[in-house]
């Protein structure tokens, strides 16, 4: 890793006019602003197709991508859309992701745009080349022949040709207009991160083609789920409801699935982070059937053995080792044997330890600095909500003296200046927007992961200021 900074927005954020960001000339454009910045990397959320709630870290593939993120205008210049079909498809507003709007209208004008394609042998060299994609194409196609129930509903077992080559066409056409976003961002010198969710959902083609590798009773019903225990965010802790792994039998066959799925993850970014990473360590095993996750235990997870599985597939990418939460010294050990660079959050600094590891000054070189995650409140929000004690010891710590409200800048510069390796920042952040951006509050299903800025706000941040900061601070 090299000293560097970087910016965390997922692309369902970027500005455009079609509902929710894409992969067209927006995205480029926010490539050349992260440029002239000085800002080398873009971190991006999970890539694959996101829950009923819109949430990227649950779905029904680990080895889908997010249909919505297919630039339509793309489709229009190559004839598989009309101009009127364009045109009916344009957004109502651009201050949010139109969820309800693109759940009952974007497939059917995907479909419509399938309809048309004229060569499908391309498509049919992607899908050979990834089997487990082209599995999620069939699972999806036969999950709408029984009613959107899950596989361990199903009474029928066909599907209707015409949805599954439209779920084949979407994943090859996002893959293909994502291959020339990321060769934009390489060519500008911005290297792009993805994430991967540690675990799948159990209505998912991952857990219905490989139900041995999970936790299962005789009658495919998850025995435990996984989730976190009681913690800053949530009293009770998050149940996240998800199938566990049987590490065991994962084992056997060297962590096939798991190396699949990295390689899957290689073709996409220049690197990923690797979300709850202390999982690997231990994870947190709720008995099914509970309605919170204060009655679970911790079991030791598969740790170096499966981080050496994988490690020729990483080679050199960046990999991130999301290590917040109750970390314990196995943990801790576990990512430090890795050589990944952990997380730190200044957040989670001013809690009245005066030995966090998320006190800038305590950063090591191989960690990556977040002033929030996407699971934390914007920084202004995060101020705004401190006590008057609170924020004068953050404002002491940045060296700044005045109102509170002007000392945003100060903690900017306090984060760019530390040892980090890698300095993240929220977009939010770059905005100086407060809660009411939050992209997500952990616990609560509605209300999240919508937010989008426009082209307007982005004109209005310096990037003569953070290319002047990127340049002192040797970013």
């Known amino acids: 890793m090299k000293r560097s900074s970087g910016v965390l927005m997922h692309v369902s954020s970027l500005w455009g006019e079609y509902s929710e960001g894409a992969f067209g000339k927006e995205a480029m454009e926010w490539i050349d602003f992260l440029a002239s910045c000085g800002f080398s990397v873009w971190q991006v959320l999970p890539f694959c197709l996101p829950d009923e709630y819109n949430s990227p870290y649950k779905s029904y593939s680990a080895f889908s991508v997010n249909p919505n993120f297919i630039d339509l205008p ?18 109502k507003t651009p201050y949010a992701c139109e969820f309800d709007r693109l759940s009952t209208e974007r497939f059917a004008l995907l479909a419509r745009a399938a309809s048309r394609v004229k060569d499908r042998a391309p498509i049919e060299r992607f899908l050979t080349a990834h089997p487990q994609t082209a599995q999620f194409c069939r699972y999806m196609a036969m999950r709408e022949t029984n009613a959107g129930t899950a596989w361990n509903e199903w009474t029928q077992t066909d599907c209707d040709p015409d949805v599954l080559f439209t779920w084949q066409f979407t994943q090859y056409e996002f893959c293909r207009q994502w291959a020339k976003i990321k060769a934009y961002a390489n060519e500008k010198g911005i290297s792009i991160v993805g994430d991967i969710p540690i675990y799948v959902a159990y209505d998912s083609s991952d857990v219905w083609a490989n139900k041995h590798l999970f936790q299962l009773d005789e009658n495919y019903n998850p025995t435990a789920v996984a989730g976190v225990p009681p913690d800053y965010f949530c009293e009770n802790g998050q149940l996240w409801g998800n199938p566990l792994y049987d590490w065991e039998r994962m084992k056997q066959d060297g962590y096939a699935w798991w190396r699949e799925r990295m390689t899957f993850m290689m073709e996409l970014f220049d690197g990923v982070r690797i979300d709850h990473f202390r999982g690997l360590e231990s994870y947190f095993s709720i008995p099914a059937g509970e309605n919170t996750a204060r009655n679970g235990v911790w079991i030791p997870g598969p740790g170096m053995d499966l981080i050496r599985a994988l490690q020729p597939i990483c080679k050199d990418k960046i990999i991130i080792a999301e290590d917040l939460g109750d970390i314990t010294p196995e943990v801790a050990a576990l990512v430090k044997e890795s050589g990944y660079p952990g997380m730190r959050v200044l957040q989670f600094a001013f809690l009245g330890d005066p030995g966090s590891a998320h006190l800038p000054h305590n950063y090591d070189f191989n960690c990556v600095a977040y002033t929030g995650t996407h699971d934390n409140n914007t920084l202004l929000g995060y101020i705004w909500d401190q006590d ?19 000392c945003y800048d100060a903690i900017l510069r306090t984060m760019f200046a530390s040892h980090a390796g890698l300095l993240m920042l929220p977009v939010q952040d770059l905005l100086q927007f407060g809660s009411d951006t939050r992209l997500n509050k952990p616990g609560s299903a509605n209300g999240n992961w919508s937010y989008r800025i426009t082209k307007e706000q982005l004109a209005r941040v310096s ?3 953070f290319k002047s900061w990127n340049c002192l601070y040797g970013r």
């Open 74 to 91: 793309t489709l229009a210049d190559e004839g598989l859309i009309t101009q009127a079909e364009l045109d009916a498809a344009r957004q």
């Open 463 to 465: 990037a003569k200021k």
């Open 388 to 406: 008057d004690a609170t924020r004068k010891t953050i404002m002491d710590y940045c060296g700044y003296e005045g109102d509170w409200d002007a």
